[in-house]
């Protein structure tokens, strides 16, 4: 007789120490992908930015090293290194304790990005091992882990002195573990774009950067002493500005909001928030307070000036905010995010306090730039109108009859309502839409067949966009409206289906389409990258299939050399052009079973870079884009 599945108290699994950390990594550093490893440098960084903060330390380095390892060091006070009531050295305490830091009351640090005590731990616990050197009090301590696990013996509890010095400050070299994350390389251009933001945000900070790790060493000094008014016009160099950079400080409730932002010649908005220099990718109650104020106040302004009628409707915030390119940071004593990773601020006196500070200082400012003002509340105007235009279209393109997915039969849609459960496939071509549609599970899987490549739309008018019949299928189908940054419509709650996934064939044909459909997204409903609604399927390339033994599917030509060297008797080999080529069954083993298939989620990290990149690879000017592949034509797996 089999034992039964019993739940009791043996049942209860404790892990110890920093256990946790390497059994659920992505708890606490959002994900094992390149994004998470980054993400260790930047825990450690945060901390040495918080003591600059404090008024302790004036340089950060950061050194990718020729090993794989990292180094952070900065020039503040030093970890402090005396016995704790814990009974051992309290950096000791600090990285092998979750939730152990300086930062849980105000009195050592006022403001702070690292406040769940968890960041340098959780680095520790992540690495193969990680080397730590404290300067403080005229003497060099050293500390040495493994996994997390200290390797140093402490002398009466504390570390020892292994010579004198005059400097202070805190080192940290740390090797992240190769078991935990899918890569162990970091990738430099997110880390320099990280850092050079976080110079941008403390002026008198200034942060050296130098990757080892190639035949020459790459050295950059970031100091930017113009603070956020130098990001804002960084952000804007290649475009048509309107006016010069507005900037505006404020404090109240111990709150400090610092706001800077200027209108460029473009139908779309870029406003970043900060809170304590961490970017919040998700925004929050930050960017919720000075959005609708300043939606307020222009419009204010624009009904006392008579550009709005009495019988004229307000502008949405959408169309106050059409070319607006805007930084707003804030310095919080007690912030709260959604999340280890930061990237939603949820302290609902931050939008009580942001409001506050941009109503009084942005109405000082109008009243005495009124030109300013006039040619401001002109991009409002010009986003109304394209609205209106766009609201028309979309009445002609979208919701008549003719246009529904009934009757253009493109759409396979799902039986389920629930959106928590539904995915919509996004396929190429006719031929693997038609396996698609037979091998789905009906109950929560639709599917939408693309024919050929979708329009650019970054090169591409509003009125073209809307008239394209593969976007406007796609617009329909989500359900949440389009084109966040011209309309005020898109609604992420009325959005239908938990996933989007883009399925294309594995060549370079399917990479095009995948990279158009995610122009699309970015641009046009950015809010669906953001939320990690969107996903990328991972069709395989081979199928192996051996005299003796079970078949497998392999995804690339590294999962291909794998099974070479561990199996050893005759094999047939099938190679995958497309998906078109599966049958049903074989579509669904690999590609459509959740419990098989491999997917990839879209991130985003760097919402200036990614923009960037967006502009520079899908825009018009060539010159860029051949530069761009050139430097990273190494970094580049090639299908031959």
């Known amino acids: ?110 403001t702070s990005g690292g406040l769940h005590g968890v960041g340098s731990s959780v680095v520790n616990a992540l690495s193969t091992y990680m080397h730590v050197t404290v300067k403080t009090g005229g003497a060099i301590y050293e500390d040495h882990y493994e996994r997390g696990i200290p390797t140093l013996e402490l002398k009466d509890g504390l570390l020892p002195v292994v010579g004198k010095t005059r400097e202070s400050g805190t080192t940290i070299n740390f090797l992240p573990d190769d078991t935990i994350f899918d890569k162990t390389r970091f990738k430099e251009d997110d880390v320099k774009s990280r850092l050079h933001e976080t110079a941008y945000l403390n002026p008198e900070l200034t942060i050296i950067y130098e990757d080892k790790r190639g035949a020459e060493v790459e050295h950059i000094e970031y100091h930017e002493p113009e603070g956020i008014v130098g990001f804002i016009k960084d952000m804007n160099k290649s475009k048509e500005n309107i006016h010069d950079v507005i900037y505006f400080k404020g404090e109240s409730e111990g709150i400090t909001v610092e706001c800077a932002f200027q209108y460029v010649n473009e139908f779309h908005e870029n406003v970043l928030g900060f809170c304590n220099n961490i970017y919040n990718a998700e925004g929050g109650t930050h960017l919720t307070g000075f959005k609708t104020m300043f939606t307020n106040v222009i419009n204010t302004y624009a009904r006392g000036l008579n550009i709005l009628k009495e019988k004229d409707v307000n502008f949405t915030g959408a169309d106050v905010r059409n070319g607006m390119t805007a930084v707003i940071s804030i310095k919080h004593p007690d912030p709260r995010f959604e999340g280890q990773t930061k990237t939603k601020l949820d302290n609902q006196d931050a939008a009580k306090v942001v409001s506050k500070v941009t109503g009084d200082e942005i109405v000082r400012y109008f009243d005495r730039n009124l030109e300013t003002l006039k040619s401001i509340i002109g991009c409002a105007e010009k986003a109304a109108k394209i609205r209106k235009t766009e609201e028309k279209a979309k009445t002609n393109l979208l919701t008549k009859q003719k246009f529904s997915f009934d009757s253009n039969g493109k759409l396979a849609n799902c039986e389920s309502k629930d959106a928590s459960k539904c995915e919509i496939f996004i396929v190429e071509g006719d031929s693997a839409g038609g396996s698609a549609k037979t091998a789905r599970n009906r109950m929560y899987q639709a599917i939408l067949p693309i024919r050929g490549k979708i329009l650019n739309v970054e090169k591409a008018s509003i009125d073209k966009i809307l008239a394209n019949a593969e976007i406007k299928t796609m617009i329909n189908a989500f359900g949440c409206g389009f084109s966040e940054g011209y309309g005020n419509d898109f609604d992420i709650s009325k959005l239908r289906y938990d996933k989007i996934i883009i399925m294309a064939d594995a060549d370079v044909d399917g990479a095009h389409i995948s990279t158009l459909l995610l122009t699309l997204f970015y641009r046009f409903m950015p809010e669906l990258i953001y939320e990690g609604h969107v996903y990328i399927a991972m069709p395989p390339l081979y199928k192996a299939m051996p005299s003796k033994g079970k078949e497998e599917y392999l995804y690339d030509d590294k999962a291909l050399e794998k099974y070479r060297k561990r199996h050893k008797g005759p094999f047939t080999l099938q190679r995958y052009k497309g998906l078109g080529e599966m049958d049903a069954e074989q579509l669904w083993e690999t590609t459509l079973d959740p419990d098989t298939r491999l997917l990839k989620q879209v991130e985003i990290e760097d919402a200036r870079m990614a923009s960037e990149v967006t502009e520079m690879l899908m825009g018009t000017e060539v010159p860029p884009r051949k530069e761009f592949i050139y430097r990273h034509a190494r970094e580049a797996e090639l299908d031959v």
């Open 1 to 110: 007789m089999t034992k039964a599945n019993t739940y009791d108290a043996s049942s209860i699994t404790v892990l110890e120490g920093l256990e946790a950390v390497r059994v659920r990594p992505g708890m606490y550093i959002g994900s094992v992908s390149t994004k998470g490893l980054n993400h260790l440098i930047y825990e450690i960084m945060d901390n040495a930015v918080d003591e600059h903060l404090a008024g302790y330390c004036t340089t950060i380095r950061v050194t990718l090293e020729a090993d794989g390892s990292a180094t952070v060091s900065d020039n503040g006070r030093g970890i402090p290194v005396g016995m704790h009531e814990k009974g051992i050295s309290a950096e000791r305490l600090v990285f092998t304790t979750l939730h152990a830091g300086g930062k849980f009351d105000n009195d050592a640090y006022k």
